[in-house]
């Protein structure tokens, strides 16, 4: 886990400070977009990066009927899970239209908002007003959210990615870690004082570091006689069939009758 966590890119705290309306702005709209697909998320940052599509000042100042169109065509060109070409039927597009008002009323806009959140009293009295205030911006979301802002440091985003991993080393999931807010506490509270406190990292750490070396990590733990050199130099240790022990390839494993699969 070390090895990997020196390469991981950690959002620095207070990270928002340094940003502008419509960087902070940007960060909320990809939360939505992530929604169902975390490449859905990644490619509507960079079309945002790249094309300073969807400023908020400018999206805010818009005819709303403009405003729902254009938001639609960029989640529906950036390839984004559950963009309806029903621009009237798409939740995410509502929901990032509800998202813009409440910022836009709230004094300071995204900023403003932000700098709330830092006065509260701890980073799961900021998780729960995002998830409060924020459509489509949930458990998960709401964490992501507030670690990439550099707001929180104590809590972990539980995507899919970092389930599937503790669950490849024997953790134990609740079925509804990702819906019951009680359920995610206690998962989070475990990682935090079982992995995070003996390490001495931060949740945020964590949570970075198996999200951006999650094929790595799967690969890992795959492969059980793998040299710690093998995660150090990011070579690929051999990967072999549970089943048979051969090394795994794109042709079926014809002993276990199916295709290998890690």
């Not at 859905?40 to 094309?51: H, N, S, V």
């Not at 205030?133 to 507030?146: E, P, V, W």
């Not at 750490?205 to 995660?231: C, G, I, M, V």
Request: charged fraction near 30%; proline fraction near 4%.
């Amino acid at each position: 886990m070390k090895a990997f966590g020196a390469k991981a890119d950690i959002p620095k705290r207070h990270a928002w400070k340094r940003l502008s309306d419509d960087d902070i702005w940007r960060h909320f709209v990809v939360q939505v977009a992530v929604v169902g697909s975390a490449a859905g998320g990644e490619r509507i940052a960079r079309a945002l990066r790249q094309r300073k599509t969807l400023g908020f000042r400018k999206l805010a100042q818009l005819p709303a009927g403009r405003r729902r169109t254009l938001i639609s065509k960029t989640l529906r060109d950036s390839g984004v899970r559950y963009a309806s070409q029903d621009v009237s039927k798409c939740r995410k597009t509502a929901a990032i239209v509800r998202n813009l008002e409440f910022l836009s009323a709230f004094p300071g806009g995204p900023s403003g908002y932000i700098k709330s959140l830092a006065r509260l009293r701890d980073d799961d009295a900021r998780v729960a007003r995002v998830a409060a205030d924020m459509s489509y911006i949930k458990l998960k979301g709401a964490r992501d959210l507030l670690v990439e802002l550099g707001v929180v440091t104590d809590v972990v985003a539980l995507d899919t990615r970092i389930l599937n991993i503790l669950r490849r080393v024997g953790a134990t999931i609740p079925r509804d870690v990702r819906t019951n807010p009680e359920s995610y506490g206690q998962l989070q509270e475990e990682l935090l004082n079982k992995v995070c406190k003996p390490l001495g990292i931060t949740g945020a750490a964590l949570d970075r570091t198996l999200f951006q070396h999650y094929k790595d990590l799967r690969l890992a733990h795959a492969a059980p006689h793998a040299s710690p050199e093998d995660a150090n130099t990011g070579k690929r240790a051999p990967v072999r069939c549970r089943a048979t022990r051969r090394r795994i390839t794109d042709q079926p494993c014809l002993a276990a009758r199916r295709r290998c699969a890690i």
